[in-house]
């Protein structure tokens, strides 16, 4: 495993730069960048906001966070050779807004592209975070999964799928051209797609599921 700075650079009017201690770890698929040593004392909210991104947030026994940040190549040309961990580090320097940090009671988690032609690498993030946790979850162009969470859950997507395991408190999430799986969760679900179907496992409590264009389906084990 080595270790690497990434600088991220923070999307403001008046953009400030600052650098990270992240472990990187490279397959031939994808780059893993590993943050954590968040202090989490006071954080009772992830907040997510990203583009061309898939999200999953899973809760944990543990009393801090760890974010993963899946970085795959994308497109014929860019797979076609390897690339250093300097280049990629340039490459997401020059093209994608990118903050991973703690922010008063919450963790930030923002990764955009700063062009239309930042295409050549998917960025995705995994985050651990202590089961007793909410969240507030944004992205376009990728999926969209929570688990093992206790608290109000609000999250969307467009162009992805959403999926819910073993969730409590108030759940709430929509996603546009994607399905919908809910299972082992409870109190106040509610969820809506529009083109695609919800499918709802072992679920109880307040149950509200809306479709255009898809079923949606109940089911119970046994």
Not at 37 to 64: I, K, P, Q, R, Y
Not at 87 to 95: F, G, P, R, T, W
Not at 107 to 114: G, Q
């Amino acid at each position: 495993m080595k270790k690497l700075f990434v600088l991220l650079i923070i999307g403001s009017l008046h953009a400030s730069l600052f650098t990270a201690n992240v472990n990187a770890q490279r397959n031939e698929a994808f780059t893993t960048y590993t943050f954590s040593d968040f202090v989490m004392s006071s954080v009772n909210l992830v907040e997510a906001n990203t583009l061309n991104s898939s999200l999953a947030v899973t809760g944990d026994a543990v009393s801090g966070a760890v974010v993963e940040m899946y970085v795959s190549r994308n497109g014929v040309r860019i797979r076609s050779r390897n690339w250093s961990d300097e280049e990629i580090k340039q490459y997401l320097e020059e093209n994608y807004t990118i903050e991973v940090r703690v922010d008063g009671e919450k963790l930030l988690v923002v990764a955009k592209p700063k062009t239309n032609g930042a295409e050549h690498y998917n960025v995705s993030f995994k985050i651990t975070v202590p089961r007793q946790m909410n969240t507030n979850l944004k992205t376009t162009n990728g999926s969209v999964q929570i688990s093992n969470l206790a608290g109000s859950q609000k999250f969307s997507t467009v162009n992805g799928s959403l999926k819910v395991d073993n969730v409590s408190g108030k759940i709430s999430g929509n996603t546009v051209n994607g399905s919908v799986t809910v299972t082992n969760s409870d109190d106040d679900i509610t969820l809506s797609t529009v083109n695609g179907s919800i499918t709802a496992s072992d679920c109880d409590g307040k149950i509200n599921l809306s479709t255009v264009n898809g079923r949606i389906r109940r089911e119970r084990a046994g």
